[in-house]
């Protein structure tokens, strides 16, 4: 069964410093691999994702992330974040078996505080 | 285009009682899936549905029954509720079997306090 760590439980970071938010998973084959960002008392929202092909991977409002298999890692980062950025982020992984979609496995989430 | 849409958006129940809540979603996706989420646990996937007529039993569905009669709709029954049910529950959508890497597309959520 698939697994996704991340580590940090909270992060505080100074409006405009740069970001890096980890994210580690477990999975026997090529993952699936997503992040996605929620503000209070909202759904989920998809901030970029990664299946195949280049390990860097651009996705909304600026944030990158990077795939190293060797690290079994799928890090966040954004270079200059905005007080707008203070939300849940939570990295995922798919399992996409025999042909079918058999759900994401979340990892517990990073809450980002931005300091003025 | 509203995407998924969840229903009802709040609900207090007591102990015991019976609810189901309810996901559309308008865009003629394959997959649909139920999470709840709680704090400092991510969310955790419930049953979810790879096609109309399909359902299947995901991490933490004891408590918990699905339908899917309409390809547009998925809903998430509780028969007996229990205060260990109450969270936050997510519905999902993703495309089909000719779109497997297609994201998941999440409702806002129904928050559901159980008394």
């Known amino acids: 069964a698939q697994s996704v760590t991340q580590p940090d439980i909270h992060i505080t970071v100074s409006e405009g410093a740069s970001l890096e938010l980890r994210c580690n998973y477990s999975y026997g084959a090529t993952p699936y691999l997503f992040w996605y960002v929620q503000s209070p008392g909202q759904g989920l929202q998809l901030l970029l994702k990664?299946?195949?092909?280049?390990?860097l991977v651009q996705g909304i409002k600026g944030f990158e992330a990077e795939f190293k298999r060797s690290q079994s890692s799928f890090n966040l980062r954004k270079p200059s974040v905005h007080w707008s950025d203070a939300a849940e982020y939570f990295c995922a992984v798919g399992a996409y078996s025999g042909g079918g979609a058999d759900g994401l496995t979340f990892g517990k989430g990073t809450h980002l505080i931005i300091q003025p | 285009n509203a995407g998924v849409t969840q229903t009802p958006k709040f609900r207090v129940l007591k102990t015991g009682q019976s609810m189901t809540l309810l996901c559309a979603q308008d865009?003629?996706?394959?997959?649909m899936y139920w999470y709840r989420q709680d704090p400092g646990m991510g969310l955790r996937l419930i049953h979810y549905?790879?096609?109309?007529?399909?359902?299947a039993k995901g991490e933490v569905p004891d408590g918990y029954n699905v339908s899917r009669l309409k390809k547009q709709n998925f809903l998430l029954g509780l028969e007996s509720a229990a205060p260990s049910q109450t969270s936050v529950y997510f519905c999902?959508?993703?495309?089909?079997?000719?779109?497997?890497?297609?994201?998941?597309?999440f409702g806002d959520g129904t928050r559901l306090s159980i008394l």
């Open positions: 549905s790879v096609g109309e007529g399909t359902t």
């Open positions: 999902a959508s993703s495309g089909g079997r000719d779109s497997s890497n297609q994201p998941q597309h």
């Open positions: 865009m003629n996706h394959e997959y």
């Open positions: 990664y299946f195949s092909g280049d390990t």
